[in-house]
């Protein structure tokens, strides 16, 4: 099994940064691809972001490129989401995902683990 488990998430007034961490544990073995969505009061899940499983490939939902940067740091399983001139818009939960497979997607169903989720609120 995997656990994925979020960090980072919190209370900032808007034009601040947030830095969120995914540390992964359990058999995750190393060709994962991961990803970032997010979820509102009363919303869908949607994407954010997503990485490949060596880095080199990135993808973001168009509203947010500029503003989130998603990394990861192969050696600690983790992944990262650097997120600034955060907006109120941006609230919501905000949820680790796994991926086995190299590529990354923007579609929740092509992930097979998630974590528990971490509350980002942004006040105006």
């Known amino acids: 099994q995997v656990q994925l488990v979020e960090s980072g998430g919190g209370l900032v007034q808007a034009g601040g940064s947030l830095r969120l961490s995914c540390a992964a544990s359990g058999r995750t073995g190393s060709d994962y691809a991961m990803g970032w969505f997010r979820q509102a009061p009363g919303k869908e899940r949607d994407f954010v972001a997503a990485i490949s499983r060596t880095g080199t490939i990135t993808s973001y939902v168009d509203s947010l490129k500029g503003r989130f940067t998603i990394s990861r740091e192969n050696a600690k399983n983790a992944v990262s989401l650097q997120m600034n001139s955060l907006k109120p818009e941006d609230t919501a939960v905000y949820y680790c995902?796994?991926?086995?497979?190299?590529?990354?997607?923007?579609?929740?169903?092509?992930?097979?683990?998630w974590g528990q989720g971490t509350q980002v609120t942004v006040s105006s």
């Open positions: 995902a796994m991926r086995l497979a190299v590529t990354p997607s923007p579609y929740s169903d092509a992930y097979d683990y």
